[in-house]
């Protein structure tokens, strides 16, 4: 007698989950997309994007401080994603080079809705940059300061700032932008009077101050992100330009079973607890928070395999298209697009590319799947398609929202 599947899954919700043993997302067939588009082929929710934009904007104004959400577009910089946020005016941009702040304009981004932050930035960049006068630019570094001033005496910036504290998904070091080993990111504290120097000797005014120290954190970690926030305040309250703080992003989505959704009640009191009554104009720039659930991967499975005792699924995209298990050790939970009758077994599944790391998930229990069937890849909507390469000149894939 075969076992039943138990459902739901932990990753199920109303717009995800099994309908009659297909997997459905947005209300489509997953299988069915995958054979009208082919794999490999991302998957992005509109539905989906919009209510998490809006369970954040809640959260923020929930605080009763001034507020303004800027996307990450170095998440999914996806043309038809970003032309939705314009034409609905559901948030501005966080864009990290030129050309994603010339891509977010061309897709109907207001220049004025655009906040730049980028580390290691060229004369080119700058050169670049300035030809827009009405987007804000945070400065990563003194250098940028002092090559900014000289082409642009008396502009307003921001100051990019690394509080030597970090937290991110599961406390993977990975993830950290800034903590107890020196990182490329922001202004130290030690270099706090140099940077006010090169700003006060080019008339540059700063009015924000931006931090950015990790990517994924959920609830449990709110204390640690409550620390750090303080540790900023107080370096605020010595700046009496300052009208803005720009929190950055990093807030997380569950990978696995056994992590639970990001607490935004709770996250919106910790801001609410450091900064309120200061008048400052809250920012936030998540990326994966939008995007991330909101996307799927689908890939075409071609081989099932035991190898001495592993039980390989091999499908039709590598790491080189969703790169975060590989490079992050962050989960992308395999997921089959048809449940068949039948317990589950434990299988690693791989992908494509003649590279060791090419893993996306090892000793996972899955339901039976065979070969010709599809497979999807959930929390693919961030951080996969964007950071895509053509390694092995297998880059190609698709990508549509629906």
């Known amino acids: 007698m075969v076992n039943p599947i138990k ?47 809006a369970r954040i904007q809640g959260a923020l104004k929930a605080t009763g401080l001034p507020s303004c959400l800027y996307y990450a577009m170095k998440a999914n910089r996806f043309a038809p994603i970003l032309t939705l946020m314009a034409s609905e005016g559901l948030c501005g941009i966080d864009a990290c080079s030129p050309e994603e702040v010339m891509h977010a304009m061309a897709c109907g981004i207001p220049e004025n809705q655009i906040s730049y932050t980028a580390t290691a930035v060229s004369n080119t960049d700058l050169d670049t940059l300035l030809r827009f006068d009405q987007l804000h630019i945070n400065c990563d570094a003194v250098s940028t300061i002092r090559r900014l001033g000289k082409r642009a005496p008396g502009r307003t910036i921001g100051l990019r700032i690394n509080p030597a504290m970090g937290v991110g998904y599961g406390d993977n070091a990975l993830l950290h932008y800034s903590g107890e080993s020196t990182t490329k990111f922001g202004i130290y504290h030690e270099q706090m009077g140099e940077a006010l120097d090169a700003a006060t000797e080019y008339g540059l005014t ?33 700046l009496p330009g300052i009208r803005r703080i720009n929190l950055g992003g990093g807030l997380g989505v569950p ?148």
């Open 7 to 53: 459902r739901p899954f932990w990753w199920e919700r109303p717009d995800l989950g099994y309908d009659a043993r297909s997997l459905t997302f947005a209300g489509r067939k997953t299988q069915e997309l995958a054979h009208r588009f082919g794999t490999p082929t991302f998957l992005y929710s509109a539905a989906r994007i919009r209510a998490n934009l």
């Open 206 to 238: 700063i009015t924000t101050l931006h931090l950015h120290t990790g990517c994924g954190y959920l609830t449990h970690q709110l204390p640690a992100w409550e620390a750090i926030l303080n540790e900023v305040k107080t370096v605020a309250e010595t």
């Open 255 to 402: 990978h696995t079973k056994d992590d639970t959704p990001l607490d935004l009640k709770a996250w919106a009191a910790v801001i609410n607890r450091v900064f309120k009554g200061s008048g400052l104009t809250i920012e936030v720039e998540p990326g994966d928070y939008i995007a991330k659930d909101a996307g799927l991967l689908l890939l075409g499975v071609n081989t099932v395999e035991t190898r001495q005792t592993t039980r390989y699924i091999g499908v039709d995209g590598g790491f080189n298209i969703a790169m975060e298990p590989a490079f992050y050790t962050l989960p992308f939970e395999p997921v089959v697009t048809h449940l068949r009758e039948g317990g589950p077994t434990p299988v690693t599944v791989v992908g494509n590319i003649n590279e060791a790391l090419d893993i996306f998930a090892e000793q996972i229990p899955l339901a039976p799947i065979h070969e010709e069937d599809t497979l999807a890849l959930i929390n693919a909507g961030a951080y996969a398609s964007s950071m895509s390469s053509n390694h092995c000149m297998r880059g190609t894939f698709r990508e549509v929202l629906v």
